[in-house]
């Protein structure tokens, strides 16, 4: 119970039956206590528990949002965050792996000498097929040598043609009666033309036969032949210093790389279908030269200016065997 002095209302004055009133009050309180609780104790713990609960009440609205869910549903994402990078880490790397390129041979890649000189055509191997024929025309074709005046040329089957490997290749042709004849290949040709076939020229096959018959059974086998021409070097249209493609042009055997020089050496280029090795991204156009072939000799041909579509010739010559 409060103290009489803090009900007293400031401005009024005290009297004398203030203090008589405030005793007969005491009085009073003390008398109905006593008869309720007997023993005198049990209004003090009455009131400690009184104000126990009215303590409890008043914090319970206090505690409620402390013990709520809430706060530990805010650190579940945090707590699942961190192994989620972890865990996707490693699909960049994986997809680093995979090759980003579909035609894995167009980059250039520094030349090793492990690698195979010849392809599918090597030398002192006799190669069984067929022999039919075609109109030349002016005598270029897949090979790109452009039109010539020889006549004993031959396009060989796709299989054998290997990518162009054969193109430039010097080839025996023998019939059955025993009649033959040597040509280059300078074509290629498509399928359906099965491996160990040649489509020749229509002065070829003559060598062989009346070219009434149309299809001759043959065999066939490569040559290294005897011959006073040297070798020429081509850039191709369009070639620049930053893109260019070179062909070598009357090689005595066929080729088996095409280096240029660049800033960290030797540098093999990548061989087309259409027998152009190709720089594209520039390294060693204009620079170097250095071709090998199928028998492991290699000439090197000084720089040479890029002058796209014109042969420009060396004084080299793979030697015969």
Known sequence: MASPSHRRSPGKRHTALVPTLVVAAVALVASLLMALHPDGETSADDAKAARVADSRSTTTP???????PKPKQKQKPKASKAPKPSKASPTPSAARTTPPRTAAGTTPQPASGSAPLAGRIRPDVTYDGVATFYDTGTGDGACLYGPTGDVMTAAMNHTDYET???????????AASGASVTVRITNECPLPCAPGQLDL???AFAKLAVPSTGRIPITWSLLSPSTSGTI?????????RYWCGIQAVGHRNPLARLEVRDGSGWRALPRTEYNYFLSEQGSGCGGEIRITDIYGESLTVDGLAIRPDSLQPTRLQFAAH
């Open 164 to 174: 162009s490997k054969a193109c430039g290749a010097y080839v025996n042709v023998r």
């Open 62 to 68: 206090q505690t409620t949002p402390s013990t709520s």
């Open 232 to 240: 020429s070097i081509r850039y191709k249209t369009g070639s620049s």
């Open 201 to 203: 020229s229509p002065q």
